[in-house]
């Protein structure tokens, strides 16, 4: 079954779908999640059901109203209107580079940018194109990209807040996480951990992750059960605990350590289902909010000794 299939037979409610169907992983148990994700994204934010509590309709042609934008002033074509034509045309996919989706994807731009009075920055066409994808209807397309862009803009589009993010946010959990970890990316002299950091969060993480997988995350992400800046420090750590061995090699340098983490994909062995990936993530989350130290080491040496039977010394403590 897909998604909204089971969604439909086994939540009464839109708090249930998010808290057990997302959150507690069942919705990626038991439906195939390459179907019904649009419906999905729609049910997560649509404004009848955005109150806890709120009852689905249970009839077998469950219908979600159509998502519609805001009104908007009237257009004026940015000046960056060549760069997003030309960066639309190299999307990679043959769905995306129809004309007609083009131009569907090129008003759609040009309306976010005008409603929110954002600058364009590479990395907007793949998350527009990637939910447009999921949808294919202009007004849910527009208002899924725009409750995401609200998360991502404002402090991993933005070099100064992203620079605070990573120092006093994604640093800091990962060194009471794994100090072995943090002191190799964060090692005197190693000032490249925002390469690999921007392009992880700008585009949350097209370019790192299969497409099944980010999805998912995706789906965490509109949930907005956590802030977005430290659920994406989670789940940072998590990947970065993921390919453990390869970062904590004593042979790695700073260029080897930019090139893992650009080519995670092809880095890692095997990766931790995306949904336990989210809970993780979550509850790191969860402990660093407590300042539960002892908790959130204890999480991370459990998962590196259960998953690589590796034992996590802490050099600070031992």
């Known amino acids: 079954m897909d998604l909204k299939q089971v969604a439909v037979d086994r939540y009464g ?28 994204w729609k049910a997560l934010i649509a404004e009848e059901q955005a109150n806890n509590g709120n009852q689905f309709d249970k009839r077998h042609q469950m219908h979600v109203r159509r998502l519609t934008p805001p009104a908007v002033p009237k257009l004026t074509a940015p000046l ?20 007609e989706v083009q131009k569907t994807l090129l008003e759609l731009m040009i309306r976010v940018l005008t409603i929110h009075n ?5 990395g907007f066409h793949e998350l527009l194109g990637t939910i447009w994808l999921q ?6 397309t527009m208002t ?67 497409m099944d997988y980010v999805l998912v995350i995706w789906d965490h992400i509109l949930t907005g059960t956590y802030p977005i800046e430290t659920l994406l420090s989670g789940i940072i750590v998590v990947l970065l605990l993921n390919v453990y061995g ?31 990936l989210c809970r993780m993530g979550s509850r790191l989350v969860e402990l ?6 002892n908790s959130l080491r204890m999480i991370c040496n459990t998962f590196l000794k259960l998953r690589f039977n590796v034992n996590q010394v802490d050099n600070n403590n031992s």
């Open 288 to 293: 660093w909010f407590l300042q539960d130290v």
């Open 118 to 122: 954002w600058t364009y920055k590479q």
């Open 80 to 99: 960056e209107k060549p760069v997003i034509e030309l960066d639309l045309r190299r999307l990679n996919d043959a769905e995306l580079l129809q004309p």
């Open 135 to 140: 949808l294919r209807e202009p007004n849910s």
């Open 144 to 210: 899924v990209f725009e409750k995401m862009m609200e998360q991502v803009v404002p402090i991993f589009y933005n070099e100064t807040r992203l620079a605070q993010w990573e120092k006093h946010i994604f640093a800091p959990l990962l060194k009471v996480c794994s100090p072995i970890l943090h002191d190799q990316l964060y090692r005197e002299g190693n000032h490249t951990n925002l390469l690999w950091l921007l392009r992880w969060t700008r585009v949350l993480f097209l370019r790192e992750l299969p």
């Open 13 to 40: 409610s839109r708090d249930e779908l998010v808290q057990r169907g997302v959150w507690r992983g069942e919705l990626y148990r038991y439906a195939d999640t390459d179907k019904g994700r649009g419906w999905l």
């Open 246 to 276: 390869e970062l904590s090699h004593p042979e790695c340098d700073d260029d080897d350590l930019v090139e893992i983490l650009l080519n995670y994909n092809e880095s890692v062995s095997s990766l931790v289902d995306s949904a336990e």
